[in-house]
């Protein structure tokens, strides 16, 4: 059985990961957790300007949802059937 503890800390997780999917616009840090990478790795893609990214204050970032997707989606590797054998 969980302790109160456990299950709040769970609850928070699941309305953080929940939020991400709903919400349009992502900081760093959401950015970062949606794509599965470490902030560090999601700072280099901006220096190299490889990933498309908002500074509309021209100090913090932010990213939109469809754009990241997409970004992620650009490279598809198709998969190719093993040959049968009869």
């Not at 997780?13 to 794509?35: D, R, S, W």
């Amino acid at each position: 059985m969980m302790t109160k503890q456990e299950f709040e800390l769970l609850a928070e997780i699941v309305a953080e990961k929940t939020l991400l999917c709903n919400k349009e616009i992502l900081t760093v840090k959401e950015a970062a957790m949606y794509m599965g990478v470490k902030r560090s790795y999601l700072y280099t893609l901006m220096r190299a300007r490889k990933l498309p990214y908002y500074k509309p204050t021209g100090k913090l970032c932010y990213f939109e949802h469809s754009e990241l997707k997409a970004w992620m989606q650009r490279s598809k590797v198709v998969a190719v059937e093993a040959d049968k054998k009869e």
